[in-house]
């Protein structure tokens, strides 16, 4: 009857309203990703109520802004927008900094500003005429960093570089090294330290406190604000810096910290004796002191960072955290005789309480990974917080408890319309029997009874290990979302498992990592084969990770397919066309022309007759870690054995794509490549 069908009906929609298919989530995709919000900062009143973040969003083509929001941390949902700029005109705030707790100073679009955080009524400082970074406020004293030529201010630099520009001639001559790094050529300048008097909104007495250095602070490319301090009285500068003398540059990493005194002028080098890197001094609240970081093995920039103390009025250096088996990249002071340090420990980034008349060391937090923090009275951190399954938001910790809040959720309800896959921390025995940690990913919106092919992932450094933190580059739910398992290995050499472990690669780039994986490979199908597909296996990398998949491709046919991005294809080549030869050096036992024999070894130019396996070769321009003759070397190898392959290069994208549009087109050809080997 009508009615009898009417209830079938009803019937039947009811039971698809309340199947699984009705509610699934959004596939995460990668315009999802480049269009979070990447929260920075934060910044933090001396009252320890106010803190200031940024939030950083594409907006067209590739154009960005990043905007500043105020909260109150003891107030959940206070967060408002502190400082927004007219549609299309350009808008980046950055460098926040405390006058007091009510009003901030901050660069925006490179000017100088002042807003009260309550009133939010904004006033301009000072223009700079050069561009300018890294603002430090102290006792009266503002500090910033900018590019000039030595003895040269930044006015005299502004007025060199607009006679260069107008030049017809572009040639360059260089007597030393570097002559270029990362994505940039040296042209002459060098980044300095520079201080000025404050003072009823004007700047007085600048002066450049690295005058006529032939060095940079911060070092290039990826150093900060954290390579300088300003003692709380204002009575020092401490800093640091690598004189750029004899090509020294490129095969030695000896990093210096220097101490300005603001009364004399003058300068000393506190560490100059020490021909490792020494870095980031932070200052004692008592201003007799301060802490610092320091390698101790010459040329090996993966070496374990230590805390060292010295005391300023008896010139001496005490060591902090010998016996603590982890590098440390960030100090604060919590207390008159505590540290909070962060480390990588165990593929996530931790923060430890080093306390400094016991050097004992205690954990504080256990899971994810913490990015910039900032401490009050001993009692509370405000940090930044991401991990597999979210990015970068703001938490409060107290020390007290340990408890963990979310105060910011620049991007909860983006995440909560899309599947994401939650990693599966695994171990297994490795090669020379050591235990290696990895991270397995179902599919998003994973369903039992399927078979799924399995992408094999790759990181560079090759130190630098997967981390339970998010990535707008590389990021496993990019690819589970497009129905792939995958699997990340730490293999032998991966920071955060003590220094043994990091520094077993050296010497071994193609034994013991490839062993690492393909054993990872036979543990994940041990553990998760009734979901996986055996012939159905690719694998990605980048950078070491692309050295390893042209490596792989002359060393097994495993794989249905490979993607390389900026691998090296010719160690000897790449050893006399990359920037910074100390890597080469330490990783292979000296140069290439003293050890040829381990060079060649692991070449993967010399295995090109076995390669067999299809492969998306990815490059870029303005990559001057990993020259794009790499690529267009390994591109030329496949062309030439007749192995399905594809070229894609970016002119103006360097060891990373960056741009928006870029990033975009990067894993649409990586993805549609995958799945052309899968299907």
């Known amino acids: 009857s009508h009615l009898r069908r009417?209830?079938?009906?009803?019937?039947?929609?009811?039971?698809?309203?309340?199947?699984?298919?009705?509610?699934?989530?959004?596939p995460f995709t990668v315009e999802e990703n480049v269009q979070m919000e990447r929260v920075g900062g934060p910044w933090l009143s001396s009252d320890g109520r106010n803190a200031i973040f940024s939030a950083r969003k594409w907006t067209h083509g590739n154009s960005f802004t990043i905007k500043l929001y105020r909260m109150d941390i003891e107030k959940s949902d206070s967060e408002s927008l502190l400082v927004d700029c007219p549609e299309g005109q350009p808008c980046i705030c950055s460098d926040v900094q405390f006058l007091t707790d009510s009003v901030i100073v901050f660069l925006k679009n490179g000017v100088l500003t002042a807003m009260d955080i309550h009133l939010k009524w904004?006033?301009?400082?000072?223009?700079?005429?050069?561009?300018?970074?890294?603002?430090?406020?102290?006792?009266?004293?503002?500090?910033?960093?900018?590019?000039?030529?030595?003895g040269k201010s930044m006015d005299e630099t502004a007025r060199i570089d607009r006679h260069k520009s107008q030049q017809i001639n572009t040639g360059r001559t260089y007597d030393q090294l570097m002559i270029r790094r990362w994505a940039s050529w040296f042209e002459g300048k060098f980044s300095h330290v520079f201080v000025a008097q404050f003072s009823s909104w004007q700047l007085y007495n600048i002066r450049d406190v690295m005058l006529d250095q032939h060095g940079d602070c911060p070092g290039k490319p990826f150093g900060g604000a954290e390579e300088y301090a300003i003692q709380r009285y204002g009575d020092y500068i401490a800093y640091t810096m690598q004189v750029k003398e004899h090509s020294k540059e490129a095969y030695q990493t000896n990093h210096n910290i220097y101490l300005y005194e603001m009364r004399s002028g003058e300068t000393q080098c506190i560490t100059c004796g020490h021909e490792a890197k020494d870095s980031t001094p932070v200052w004692h609240p008592s201003g007799n002191q301060f802490v610092y970081l320091a390698q101790?093995?010459?040329?090996?920039?993966?070496?374990?960072?230590?805390?060292?103390?010295?005391?300023?009025?008896?010139?001496?250096?005490?060591?902090?955290?010998?016996?603590?088996?982890?590098?440390?990249?960030?100090?604060?002071?919590?207390?008159?005789?505590?540290?909070l340090i962060k480390a990588m420990d165990n593929a996530r980034a931790k923060l430890f309480k080093l306390h400094v008349s016991t050097r004992r060391v205690e954990p504080v937090t256990q899971e994810h990974s913490v990015g910039a923090f900032v401490s009050h009275n001993g009692e509370t951190v405000l940090m930044g917080v991401s991990a597999y399954t979210f990015p970068t938001e703001l938490f409060t910790l107290s020390l007290q408890n340990g408890t963990m809040t979310q105060i910011t959720h620049r991007n909860t309800r983006r995440l909560s319309q899309c599947a994401l896959s939650e990693p599966i921390d695994l171990h297994f025995?490795?090669?020379?029997?050591?235990?290696?940690?990895?991270?397995?990913?179902k599919p998003a919106n994973y369903q039992p009874y399927r078979k799924y092919p399995l992408v094999l992932y790759v990181h560079g450094g090759p130190e630098s290990p997967w981390m339970d933190s998010w990535s707008y580059?590389?990021?496993?739910?990019?690819?589970?979302?497009q129905g792939f398992a995958l699997l990340a290995v730490n293999f032998h050499g991966s920071m955060s498992f003590g220094s043994e472990f990091t520094r077993s690669i050296r010497e071994r780039w193609g034994t013991w990592p490839f062993e690492d994986h393909l054993r990872g490979l036979e543990h994940v199908f041990d553990k998760y084969g009734d979901m996986l597909d055996r012939d159905r296996i690719v694998g990605?990398?980048?950078?070491?990770?692309?050295?390893?998949?042209?490596w792989l491709n002359g060393h097994t046919d495993f794989f249905k397919a490979l993607v390389c991005h900026d691998g090296i294809f010719d160690m000897r080549s790449f050893y006399y066309n990359t920037e910074e030869l100390y890597f080469p050096e330490s990783e292979f036992h000296g140069p290439a022309y003293k050890n040829q024999s381990l060079y060649e070894r692991f070449n993967p130019a010399n295995y090109v007759q076995y390669w067999k396996t299809p492969t998306l070769v990815i490059h870029s321009g303005c990559d001057?870690?990993?020259?794009?003759?790499?690529?267009?070397?390994?591109?030329t190898a496949l062309q030439r054995r007749g192995i399905p392959s594809r070229l894609l290069y970016f002119p103006d994208e360097n060891h990373f794509v960056l741009k928006y549009q870029n990033t975009i087109q990067w894993h649409h050809e990586v993805i549609d490549w995958l799945k052309k080997w899968t299907q």
Request: hydrophobic share 40%; proline share 5%; net charge negative.
């Open 6 to 26: 009417m209830r079938l009906h009803a019937f039947l929609l009811i039971c698809l309203l309340c199947s699984p298919l009705a509610f699934s989530l959004n």
């Open 122 to 150: 904004d006033k301009t400082i000072h223009e700079f005429p050069v561009p300018v970074s890294n603002l430090r406020l102290e006792s009266g004293l503002l500090a910033w960093t900018a590019e000039v030529y030595p």
């Open 296 to 339: 101790e093995e010459p040329g090996y920039e993966s070496d374990r960072a230590r805390v060292k103390l010295y005391d300023v009025d008896a010139r001496r250096i005490t060591v902090l955290s010998e016996e603590f088996d982890r590098s440390v990249d960030a100090v604060s002071w919590l207390t008159n005789d505590v540290l």
């Open 429 to 441: 025995t490795g090669a020379n029997h050591d235990t290696i940690q990895a991270y397995f990913f």
């Open 473 to 481: 580059r590389w990021n496993p739910q990019t690819i589970t979302a």
């Open 540 to 550: 990605m990398g980048a950078s070491y990770g692309g050295y390893m998949m042209n």
């Open 624 to 635: 001057y870690r990993i020259p794009e003759t790499h690529g267009i070397g390994a591109f």
